[in-house]
């Protein structure tokens, strides 16, 4: 399989073209012939014209690459070696939502032929490849898992944004139902991986070392959430704090913060997920999960009473909220807390204007029924919440958004970056 591929006698094939799937879809281009397959045809159409729809890849990144991009499944039967990197979300009952990874895996089964390798990227709770990928990519096929076909799982470990921790700059985990399939699938990305590869015991270890990366983030940023407020109840600044401790050598700088996107905020669900199946309720885990999931009502709260202490009438204030997606220099907004921090002020009776240079005015408005701007269209703001620090906002000069308010307008600095521009003010942060 694995010289066939570079040869170019065989294809390899991308299910999903997201933030995850494409710069992979793109980099084994480089190498060998690759279809990349993607449901939405608007998205397909815009890569054939060299332009990602996640904003994060330049149109140089689709140079000399060997690839077809396509929405048809009949295009997907000249591949043999399967990639699938589609979304694994949950549902308003924060349970895992695998119907992206069910739908894939029927698309896969459909096409899937004898000697045929499948690699699943999606972060998934512990056993879900084996035990529900697997049955469907056999009920679509007629074909028998390990001896008619080769099974991988090798978790994404793309960060949105991060121009510095690249694809290739990452150690790849990679997992094979047997010894055979785990040689050729790290073979296989062995290829576009300069940090190398790490082989695991077996898909299971795989599935949870993903799992747990972000659990353990999840984990650390509820800590510094909470030691938030307990220090603003003492009256000190939590980034002060955290600046003072980071100076010896094993503190983990980890810092308070709203926890959205499709990662953080959502993984450790799928572990929690498998483990109450286990018959196993998870305390620390979920304790955690609660902690981050309402400090948007909490951030909401503090506003309200800040602007009423500085004898505000709150049904008549007007906050500016800049930045709406999930984190600084991206434009995606899915699982965006910001938008829990809009709702909990609207609910209040607040007047609130969003802007965000990133983000999409009409997805936004079709997510959440919010509207947004590109630019800040007035002046003598009540509050103004610095809620995503993208770097158009860091580069203005301080006095730019001085000039916003008035004497008595409350700036709102979540994540602290900005608080040595306001000294004297109305300032508060996390």
Same mark, same amino acid.
């Given at each position: 399989?694995?010289?066939?591929?570079?040869?170019?006698?065989?294809?390899?094939?991308?299910?999903?073209?997201?933030?995850?799937?494409?710069?992979?879809?793109?980099?084994?281009?480089?190498?060998?012939?690759?279809?990349?397959?993607?449901? /939405?045809?608007?998205?397909?159409?815009?890569?054939?014209?060299?332009?990602?729809?996640?904003?994060?890849?330049?149109?140089?990144?689709?140079?000399?690459?060997?690839?077809?991009?396509?929405?048809?499944?009949?295009?997907?039967?000249?591949?043999?070696?399967?990639?699938?990197?589609?979304?694994?979300?949950?549902?308003?009952?924060?349970?895992?939502?695998?119907?992206?990874?069910?739908?894939?895996?029927?698309?896969?089964?459909?096409?899937?032929?004898?000697?045929?390798?499948?690699?699943?990227?999606?972060?998934?709770?512990?056993?879900?490849?084996?035990?529900?990928?697997?049955?469907?990519?056999?009920?679509?096929?007629?074909?028998?898992?390990?001896?008619?076909?080769?099974?991988?799982?090798?978790?994404?470990? @793309?960060?949105?944004?991060?121009?510095?921790?690249?694809?290739?700059?990452?150690?790849?985990?990679?997992?094979?139902?047997?010894?055979?399939?785990?040689?050729?699938?790290?073979?296989?990305?062995?290829?576009?991986?300069?940090?190398?590869?790490?082989?695991?015991?077996?898909?299971?270890?795989?599935?949870?070392?993903?799992?747990?990366?972000?659990?353990?983030?999840?984990?650390?940023?509820?800590?510094?959430?909470?030691?938030?407020? @307990?220090?603003?109840?003492?009256?000190?600044?939590?980034?002060?704090?955290?600046?003072?401790?980071?100076?010896?050598?094993?503190?983990?700088?980890?810092?308070?913060?709203?926890?959205?996107?499709?990662?953080?905020?959502?993984?450790?669900?799928?572990?929690?997920?498998?483990?109450?199946?286990?018959?196993?309720?998870?305390?620390? %885990?979920?304790?955690?999960?609660?902690?981050?999931?309402?400090?948007?009502?909490?951030?909401?709260?503090?506003?309200?009473?800040?602007?009423?202490?500085?004898?505000?009438?709150?049904?008549?204030?007007?906050?500016?909220?800049?930045?709406?997606?999930?984190?600084?220099?991206?434009?995606?907004?899915?699982?965006?807390?910001?938008?829990?921090? %809009?709702?909990?002020?609207?609910?209040?009776?607040?007047?609130?204007?969003?802007?965000?240079?990133?983000?999409?005015?009409?997805?936004?408005?079709?997510?959440?029924?919010?509207?947004?701007?590109?630019? @800040?269209?007035?002046?003598?703001?009540?509050?103004?919440?610095?809620?995503?620090?993208?770097?158009?906002?860091?580069?203005?000069?301080?006095?730019?958004?001085?000039?916003?308010?008035?004497?008595?307008?409350?700036?709102?600095?979540?994540?602290?970056?900005?608080?040595? /521009?306001?000294?004297?003010?109305?300032?508060?942060?996390?």
């Amino acid at each position: 399989m694995f010289s066939e591929l570079k040869e170019k006698k065989r294809k390899l094939a991308v299910i999903g073209l997201g933030y995850v799937g494409l710069p992979i879809a793109l980099a084994f281009a480089k190498k060998l012939s690759v279809v990349g397959f993607d449901i /939405n045809n608007d998205r397909v159409d815009l890569m054939k014209k060299k332009v990602d729809p996640s904003n994060e890849l330049p149109s140089s990144a689709f140079d000399g690459c060997d690839i077809l991009f396509t929405s048809k499944l009949e295009d997907l039967k000249d591949a043999n070696f399967f990639v699938v990197a589609v979304p694994t979300p949950v549902d308003k009952h924060a349970s895992p939502n695998l119907k992206p990874l069910i739908s894939a895996s029927e698309t896969v089964g459909k096409v899937l032929k004898k000697g045929d390798y499948v690699v699943y990227e999606s972060t998934v709770y512990p056993g879900c490849t084996e035990d529900d990928c697997v049955p469907i990519l056999e009920k679509h096929s007629g074909l028998k898992a390990y001896s008619d076909f080769k099974v991988g799982y090798s978790p994404e470990r @793309i960060n949105p944004g991060d121009k510095k921790h690249t694809l290739e700059k990452i150690t790849k985990v990679i997992a094979g139902n047997d010894d055979e399939a785990l040689e050729v699938i790290a073979k296989v990305y062995e290829l576009i991986i300069d940090a190398g590869v790490h082989r695991a015991t077996s898909i299971k270890v795989a599935e949870a070392a993903k799992v747990i990366e972000n659990t353990q983030r999840d984990l650390n940023i509820a800590l510094m959430n909470e030691l938030s407020k @307990i220090f603003d109840k003492i009256g000190i600044n939590t980034f002060d704090v955290l600046e003072a401790a980071g100076t010896k050598w094993n503190f983990l700088k980890f810092e308070p913060g709203l926890v959205g996107g499709h990662c953080i905020g959502v993984d450790p669900y799928y572990l929690t997920y498998k483990a109450e199946e286990l018959g196993y309720h998870p305390q620390v %885990i979920l304790s955690g999960r609660n902690i981050n999931d309402t400090m948007s009502g909490h951030i909401a709260k503090v506003i309200v009473q800040k602007l009423a202490k500085l004898k505000k009438d709150i049904s008549e204030s007007k906050v500016l909220v800049l930045g709406a997606t999930f984190k600084e220099d991206v434009s995606d907004i899915r699982n965006s807390k910001v938008v829990d921090l %809009i709702k909990e002020l609207v609910s209040f009776g607040v007047d609130i204007t969003t802007v965000d240079p990133h983000a999409s005015e009409k997805e936004f408005y079709e997510e959440y029924k919010l509207n947004l701007q590109k630019s @800040i269209p007035n002046k003598d703001y009540d509050a103004i919440v610095f809620a995503v620090p993208h770097k158009e906002f860091l580069e203005k000069d301080p006095s730019y958004f001085k000039n916003l308010g008035n004497e008595l307008t409350l700036f709102v600095d979540i994540k602290g970056k900005l608080r040595s /521009n306001f000294e004297g003010l109305n300032y508060w942060s996390l």
